[in-house]
Nanobody
């Protein structure tokens, strides 16, 4: 009922920048938190950054000062500006959103994921 589509991944050299974007669509009434997670090779998925509808942000210690999360509540989009990228940032990045929707006959809660976008940082 809710679809999340990511874009913006790719290959970049260490020290470079990338910007990820994610758009949520469907029968959405309200999105509470939106966030970015990543899963590196052989690692568990981890939180990178999250932002509430009020703009409060939370970052993993490893990306503080380098990554910036932002969202457009009117467009149901979230972005992640990644600067000073390091090889250890290499991972598949996933967009996540949770909130409430309405199908036309009932209300529902959602907590959905995008399909993931690969970010590769070469040394």
């Amino acid at each position: 009922q809710v679809q999340l589509v990511e874009s913006g991944g790719g290959l970049v050299q260490a020290g470079g920048s990338l910007r990820l974007s994610c758009a949520a669509s469907g029968s959405i009434l309200r999105i509470n938190a939106m966030g970015w997670y990543r899963q590196g090779p052989g690692k568990q998925r981890e939180l990178v950054a999250a932002i509430t509808s009020g703009g409060r942000t939370n970052y993993a210690d490893s990306v503080k000062g380098r990554f910036t999360i932002s969202r457009d509540n009117a467009k149901n989009t979230v972005s992640l500006q990644m600067n000073s990228l390091k090889p250890e940032d290499t991972a598949v990045y996933y967009c996540n959103a949770d909130g409430q929707g309405y199908s036309g006959s009932y209300y529902y809660n959602f907590d959905d994921w995008g399909q993931g976008t690969q970010v590769t940082v070469s040394s």
